[in-house]
């Protein structure tokens, strides 16, 4: 959850490096750039650089890389939680007294 919430915050810096990022951390399988996360100093912004410039570097289309990246980056920020479940969470929470 962590990873998702740093990769969507650092898409108001870097759209590009932030989609790069959710797309590098939703891969799984085949032809998964080798680049990680934790090698990025927990870094989306470089980590998404890093993968983007791997996919580069193989010969991928980048307006084919970035579609992909859009959907992933659309899967992370779906997944996260809501203001409104956080609140609902928060109403089953007892408040201290005093």
Known sequence: MTICHEIVAAAASNWRRAFGAALGACWRGP???????GSCDYNPL??????????????????????AAGEAFALLAEGMITEEEVEKKADIIEKPEG
């Not at 032809?31 to 996360?37: D, N, S």
């Not at 470089?46 to 579609?67: H, I, N, P, S, T």
């Open 31 to 37: 032809g998964r750039p080798k680049v990680r996360y």
């Open 46 to 67: 470089r980590y998404g650089g890093e993968v983007l410039d791997e996919l580069d570097a193989r010969g991928e289309d980048l307006e084919q890389v970035l579609a």
